[in-house]
């Protein structure tokens, strides 16, 4: 049957079962292919949008229960051009390795900055739930923190230059103990008082 929603701004109307997952009425009937299928049953997070504002896991959230009233906003439309803190945080520290569970843990982490501005690693731990297979959480924790000081206009970006984008073959080797340090503040710069 047909329903209006709206997503990312816009109100769309889609034609699906009341029990179809917002999950699939996203990819399957919006072409929304940004929010993932992981595990389908609320346990991984890869399906994470925002309901309202709030994270909810689109996998068991059916059509049935979204009113026409209510905004989802998916990763697609979390900012314009990629600019949210969470994003401009989590591209200044390459957070994901393959990616898969990414755009669930950017939407769950922009829902934790938008409730707690600056939140202590125990608030991490207890409302970052999702489940990341290539085991990024320390760098989903150091992004979230650098978010927030982005958000807070604590920290700005620095100008790229021109070696900066060139790209190479060659394979480069780094110091680990020096890289922290220079993943923290290769591409921020400290705003002073
Ligand atoms: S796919 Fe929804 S929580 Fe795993
Ligand atoms: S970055 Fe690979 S599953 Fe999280």
């Not at 049957?1 to 699906?16: D, E």
């Not at 994270?55 to 990763?75: D, F």
């Not at 939407?107 to 934790?112: I, K, V, Y």
Request: proline share 4%.
């Amino acid at each position: 049957m047909a329903k209006k929603i709206h997503v990312n701004g816009k109100l769309v109307t889609v034609s699906a079962d009341d029990a179809t997952p917002l999950l699939w009425v996203l990819r399957e009937h919006l072409e929304l292919t940004g929010t993932k299928f992981g595990c389908g049953i609320a346990q991984c997070g890869a399906c994470t949008v925002h309901l309202d504002g709030q994270p909810v896991r689109s996998c068991v959230y059916p059509l049935s229960a979204i009113t026409e009233n209510q905004k989802i906003t998916t990763i697609e439309g979390l900012s314009e051009d990629t600019n949210h803190p969470i994003q401009q945080a989590w591209a200044a520290l390459d957070t994901p390795q393959c990616g898969y569970c990414q755009s669930g843990m950017i939407m769950a982490c922009a829902a934790l900055l938008d409730s707690n501005p600056n939140p202590s690693d125990d608030d991490i731990n207890s409302t970052i739930t999702n489940i990341c297979r290539c085991g990024t959480f320390q760098r989903v924790r150091e992004g979230i923190h650098l978010a927030a000081e982005i958000k807070a206009g604590k920290k700005v970006a620095k100008e790229m230059n021109s070696e900066q984008t060139e790209t190479t073959n060659a394979v480069e080797f780094f110091d680990p103990n020096a890289a922290s340090e220079q993943s923290s503040n290769a591409l921020y710069t400290e705003v002073k008082a």
